[in-house]
């Protein structure tokens, strides 16, 4: 059995459906692929999957290290708009419960870092194409580090990422994809019917920052607060030291290690 078929095979064991599946042995990103699928009239739920790629990418405008063991993994989605907002955080939902089924507690910062003792597990990426009013498509990335070697990981990610296989998980790839992609299937389904019943998911899942001093970066911006709670489309809030709250639709955080 070839990977592509070791994929197939899972996905149907674990009574996954999807609309195609394509494998790379190496690809630039998978996100990449997606989005020429998206533009050619794809439909939604092909799923495109790699063992590594050259040109992985991350939140912000940053690399995502892709060496082999990791789960590289792009779904080409068509959500209204209203659940386009919220998919970063539902679709970080959906990777905490996959990694939940094999044993692993992770917690979600803000938006979707799927962390373990403050170490990163896994990754989202959300990037979308939108015309008037609409939402043409989105390519959902998610990135898991199943059974990397640390040793293949650049020095300054060793100390900051964790694994599946490291945590005592010994689920693989094929296993792996499965269980993101149905648990997926559930959130998305819950984001379509019940959005609000997402960010209530969110918040349950969400690693104990809340009250705590942060720093939040984002395109335009750096300053610091307490992160108090996310709002009902997914903002995160933050009290800043004037006594205002202020709703960070998108950026990064990071909590500060003083004492308060
Ligand atoms: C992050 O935490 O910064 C997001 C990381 C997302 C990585 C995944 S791996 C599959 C897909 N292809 C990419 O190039 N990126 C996403």
């Given at each position: ?149 640390p040793a293949?990981l650049p020095p300054e990610l060793r100390g ?101």
């Amino acid at each position: 059995m070839d990977a592509r078929e070791a994929y197939a095979a899972a996905l149907v064991r674990a009574g996954v459906p999807v609309a195609g599946l394509e494998w790379f042995a190496h690809i630039g990103s998978t996100n990449d692929r997606v989005r020429e699928l998206a533009r050619s009239g794809a439909p939604e739920w092909t799923v495109v999957l790699a063992a590594e790629q050259a040109g992985g990418r991350g939140r912000e405008g940053r690399a995502w290290s892709s060496p082999p063991g990791g789960l590289y993994l792009s779904v080409l989605l068509r959500p209204s708009p209203a659940a386009a907002s919220r998919l970063p955080l539902a679709a970080g939902v959906a990777v905490a419960d996959a990694v939940r089924e094999h044993g692993v507690p992770a917690r979600l910062k803000w938006p979707n870092d799927v962390l373990v003792d403050d170490r990163k597990l896994a990754g989202i990426l959300c990037e979308s194409a939108s015309g008037a009013g609409t939402i043409d498509w989105v390519a959902l990335g998610i990135g898991v580090n199943v059974e990397l070697d640390p040793a293949t990981l650049p020095p300054e990610l060793r100390g900051q990422t964790a694994s599946l296989r490291a945590l005592g998980a010994s689920c693989s790839l094929p296993e792996a994809a499965a269980s993101v992609l149905a648990a997926l299937r559930v959130w998305y389904d819950a984001l379509v019917s019940h959005p609000e019943s997402v960010i209530d998911a969110w918040r349950a899942r969400s690693a104990a920052w809340w009250g705590k001093p942060v720093e939040v970066r984002t395109m335009s911006e750096l300053f610091t607060g307490r992160a108090v709670d996310v709002d009902a489309e997914g903002a995160l809030l933050v009290t800043t030291p004037d006594g205002q709250t202020r709703r960070v639709l998108s950026g990064d955080v990071v909590r500060l290690r003083r004492s308060g």
